[in-house]
């Protein structure tokens, strides 16, 4: 089974606090992803990555950045948080096109709190 | 632009009862179309996924979908409903070429009462 984790469930920061989450996969995907979830918005993306050190911008990537070093490993970077960064984030992950099943696999998601 | 439209923000149903999540969609081509489910506190997991052929697709827990090219929806239907299917479903579409970004619809809600 895919197993997508997150550093933290739950996270409470301060404004202009700098904030790293953190999201750790194990089935060698290429693809990673990071969502923000808000009620009545839905899911919408930030960034995603298909390689390591390969990044691309979403939907919202303003007040955001992201670093992939590691094949495993993808962190989304709040440089300077603000109270309307308050949010669900969910990463997660996928096989490249035409490979895999082309299911996103998600990790459980980290619910952020900036005062 | 692509997009995805889930009519319904919040479902109650009795416990035992059918049920239809309403899901439509914009998109240039015939895209790869998703529901997924969230429960309260975690990550989304698939329910089912339609990519071509029937177009009545199954899923887990009971779950099918259908897909209708002509009215552009790929409604979640259940048969009965069980008070463990309270939860949030995501309908979303992606690409059958390019990049990879799945369009999340806004989600609908359900509440399952005995």
């Known amino acids: 089974d895919v197993k997508v984790t997150q550093s933290s469930r739950y996270l409470v920061k301060r404004t202009g606090e700098k904030v790293f989450l953190e999201c750790v996969q194990d089935?060698?995907?290429?693809?990673m992803f990071w969502y923000r979830q808000d009620p009545g918005l839905g899911l919408r993306l930030i960034y995603f990555?298909?390689?390591?050190?390969?990044?691309e911008k979403g939907d919202i990537p303003e007040g955001y950045s992201v670093s992939r070093e590691k094949k495993e490993r993808f962190s989304l970077i709040l440089e300077s948080a603000s109270t309307n960064q308050t949010s669900m984030y969910l990463c997660?992950?996928?096989?490249?096109?035409?490979?895999?099943?082309?299911?996103?696999?998600f990790g459980p998601g980290t619910r952020l709190t900036v005062t | 632009a692509q997009s995805v439209t889930q009519p319904d923000i919040h479902i109650t149903v009795s416990e035992g009862a059918s049920l239809e999540l309403r899901c439509n969609y914009s998109y240039g081509a015939t895209p790869y179309l998703f529901w997924y489910v969230q429960s309260p506190g975690q990550g989304l997991q698939l329910l089912l996924k339609?990519?071509?052929?029937?177009?009545l697709v199954q899923g887990i827990k009971g779950f099918e979908a259908e897909f209708k090219r002509s009215q552009s929806s790929f409604n979640l239907r259940k048969p009965s409903v069980h008070w463990s299917d309270a939860a949030e479903y995501f309908c979303a579409v992606g690409p059958r070429f390019g990049n990879e970004k799945l369009t999340f619809g806004t989600g609908t809600r359900l509440t399952i009462i005995p």
């Open positions: 997660a992950t996928k096989d490249p096109p035409g490979q895999g099943d082309y299911e996103q696999y």
């Open positions: 089935m060698d995907h290429e693809n």
């Open positions: 339609y990519f071509s052929g029937d177009t």
């Open positions: 990555s298909y390689d390591v050190k390969m990044k």
